[in-house]
């Protein structure tokens, strides 16, 4: 039976302790009482219950915190004890590779789906770690396993568990401490942590429950009772993350989860070199859908677009809404070649898809642009950079296509105009502004086009857009009419955030009023009377970004 094995590699792990300590002069009582505190928990756990009571009375013994040195037949004494009973267990009779053990429970899975239910377990007691990962390997859960504090720190980093349990005590450290540490970490990523341990004062677990672990689990566990607060914890998380990851009108992943996994499969690339692409995808001419039909029917076209991204990507592939009209497309496990053969299948799919508005039929086609995460571009910006300018290059050269993003491409960028708008009530501001950008150039953009608008409404009902290209808004915040923020938290929901750059001119130094304008989507502000220079400064920095 497995739990013989278990209680067989228990008494291995003990007849071990004491070959080394018979190597030292003497045993600290701290490290006594940490044996005895693990002991008990793992006999409790494993049915044990003789061997759990003594240890109870072992641990209670000796102090927590002295460095009392435990002579030898004094520690000998107590754990021939143990042996003893075990030994009337008959459990001491088929020996186990126990370094074996602690080899495997030290393992990771080299290669791991970011959306899989890791399990992380910090404690040091081998005989119930390895009892507990069997438990959950048997039920689908990867686990990884961490002996000492600073190893379950690291792994806690680098591996990104979804849930972990953490003994209270460590031998290099408290639990308490390392919850600590991590617990800032793990509330943003919504990580479950449980502490077990086999006290079960109030004082530890209301420590540990101001400390901001979510559970307290008193060993001796019951595997069944924890499985099931696993599932439960885990489906928490994850009804945590939908409620404030995905767009509540297309039903994609929004721009934070986007952001999230972008992360994590650049970190998994990274450990893995499995390939993994990116699409930046824009929906063609949509401003004049809306225009046309309506927001309404626009808003019917996007959460088609996403129904049928699903239906043609499938798992493991993420399809988010990147802002606007503009989607991205994360597929790990893709190189380029496979990408696009995903997005074909997609454009196939749109072509299939008519709209109807009163007695009009239309349909919507999309560009999208491809990068391959690679060691040159392994940084979020620099592989949405890539991506972005072979979707403008897809725009630029006739739409309703996909690319793949080349070594050319920035040289190409150049060709394409920047353009540069002044929007704001005061006419000499607006000439003055003019003046000073016409013959500007920036070092990605030869072509510089400069145009101004008295007003807000006069700037929203022109031509000023022109879809593949990029823009700098230089947006007055008080005007007659609709005000600058109103045109701000337009432009935002209307148009591509990605080619639109937009820098408020406010004559107010109030916070609030900047604030403000920064949480509708601008990307800088400046603050009246200004100078020149530190304009052209500004705007050189954006165009730079673009």
């Known amino acids: 039976m497995r739990t013989n094995k278990y209680k067989q590699l228990m008494g291995q792990r003990i007849v071990q302790t004491m070959g080394e300590w018979s190597k030292q002069v003497g045993v600290e009582e701290q490290e006594m009482h940490r044996f005895f505190h693990n002991l008990k928990g793992t006999s409790g756990t494993l049915g044990l219950t003789q061997i759990e009571s003594y240890s109870q009375q072992m641990e209670a013994a000796f102090s927590s915190d002295s460095d009392h040195l435990i002579r030898q037949e004094n520690w000998e004494r107590a754990l021939h004890s143990v042996i003893g009973m075990l030994?009337?267990?008959?459990?001491?009779?088929?020996?186990?590779?126990?370094?074996?053990?602690?080899?495997?429970?030290?393992?990771?899975?080299?290669?791991?789906?970011?959306?899989?239910?890791?399990?992380?377990?910090?404690?040091?007691?081998?005989?119930?770690?390895?009892?507990?990962?069997?438990?959950?390997?048997?039920?689908?859960?990867?686990?990884?396993?961490?002996?000492?504090?600073?190893?379950?720190?690291?792994?806690?980093?680098?591996?990104?568990?979804?849930?972990?349990?953490?003994?209270?005590?460590?031998?290099?450290?408290?639990?308490?401490?390392?919850?600590?540490?991590?617990?800032?970490?793990?509330?943003?990523?919504?990580?479950?942590?449980?502490?077990?341990?086999?006290?079960?004062?109030?004082?530890?677990?209301?420590?540990?429950?101001?400390?901001?672990?979510?559970?307290?689990?008193?060993?001796?566990?019951?595997?069944?009772?924890?499985?099931?607060?696993?599932?439960?914890?885990?489906?928490?998380?994850?009804?945590?993350?939908?409620?404030?990851?995905?767009?509540?009108?297309?039903?994609?992943?929004?721009?934070?989860?986007?952001?999230?996994?972008?992360?994590?499969?650049?970190?998994?690339?990274?450990?893995?070199?499995?390939?993994?692409?990116?699409?930046?995808?824009?929906?063609?001419?949509?401003?004049?859908?809306?225009?046309?039909?309506?927001?309404?029917?626009?808003?019917?076209?996007?959460?088609?677009?996403?129904?049928?991204?699903?239906?043609?990507?499938?798992?493991?592939?993420?399809?988010?809404?990147?802002?606007?009209?503009?989607?991205?497309?994360?597929?790990?496990?893709?190189?380029?070649?496979?990408?696009?053969?995903?997005l074909e299948r997609l454009h196939r799919q749109m072509q299939t898809l008519h709209f109807q508005s009163d007695e009009h039929s239309f349909q919507v086609t999309f560009s999208a642009g491809v990068s391959q995460l690679a060691q040159h571009n392994r940084h979020p910006e620099k592989l949405i950079e890539e991506a972005d300018q072979a979707l403008y290059r897809a725009k630029r050269t006739g739409r309703n296509q996909s690319i793949v993003y080349s070594?050319?491409?920035?040289?190409?960028?150049?060709?394409?105009?920047?353009?540069?708008?002044?929007?704001?009530?005061?006419?000499?501001?607006?000439?003055?502004?003019?003046?000073?950008?016409?013959?500007?150039?920036?070092?990605?953009?030869?072509?510089?086009q400069v145009n101004s608008y008295p007003d807000g409404t006069t700037f929203m009902h022109s031509d000023w857009y022109c879809e593949g290209e990029r823009h700098i808004i230089l947006l007055d915040c008080t005007m007659p009419g609709l005000d600058g923020i109103e045109v701000l938290g337009s432009l935002r929901r209307l148009y591509p955030e990605q080619s639109i750059y937009i820098v408020m001119l406010t004559a107010r130094s109030d916070n609030?009023?900047?604030?403000?304008?920064?949480?509708?989507?601008?990307?800088?502000?400046?603050?009246?009377?200004?100078?020149?220079?530190?304009?052209?400064?500004r705007i050189e920095r954006l165009a730079n970004r673009l």
């Open 87 to 342: 030994e009337e267990e008959a459990l001491l009779g088929q020996p186990l590779n126990a370094d074996s053990a602690a080899e495997e429970v030290h393992a990771v899975p080299e290669k791991t789906c970011p959306s899989q239910n890791r399990i992380l377990i910090i404690d040091d007691d081998i005989s119930f770690v390895t009892l507990i990962k069997e438990e959950l390997e048997k039920n689908n859960y990867p686990v990884s396993i961490a002996l000492n504090a600073e190893r379950g720190l690291k792994l806690f980093y680098d591996w990104k568990p979804n849930l972990i349990l953490l003994d209270y005590i460590l031998p290099d450290k408290s639990g308490l401490d390392v919850l600590s540490q991590m617990i800032e970490k793990a509330k943003q990523s919504h990580i479950p942590i449980m502490m077990i341990s086999a006290d079960a004062s109030l004082d530890k677990q209301i420590a540990a429950y101001e400390t901001g672990a979510m559970d307290y689990l008193a060993k001796p566990l019951d595997i069944k009772l924890l499985l099931t607060l696993l599932a439960n914890r885990l489906t928490m998380k994850t009804e945590w993350e939908r409620s404030i990851t995905i767009d509540e009108l297309t039903g994609a992943f929004n721009r934070r989860h986007f952001n999230h996994m972008l992360n994590l499969l650049i970190d998994d690339f990274g450990r893995s070199g499995a390939p993994f692409s990116l699409a930046m995808m824009d929906l063609d001419h949509f401003k004049k859908v809306n225009d046309t039909y309506g927001h309404l029917k626009g808003d019917e076209v996007l959460q088609a677009f996403v129904a049928a991204a699903k239906r043609v990507a499938g798992k493991p592939n993420i399809i988010c809404r990147y802002g606007g009209e503009e989607f991205s497309l994360l597929m790990p496990g893709a190189d380029a070649a496979e990408a696009i053969r995903i």
């Open 407 to 448: 070594e050319e491409m920035p040289k190409l960028e150049q060709e394409s105009p920047l353009h540069i708008m002044v929007v704001d009530d005061d006419p000499l501001m607006r000439e003055i502004v003019v003046r000073q950008f016409a013959g500007w150039r920036s070092q990605r953009h030869k072509q510089v």
């Open 512 to 537: 609030a009023d900047i604030i403000r304008a920064l949480q509708q989507g601008a990307d800088d502000y400046i603050v009246k009377p200004f100078h020149l220079e530190e304009l052209v400064l």
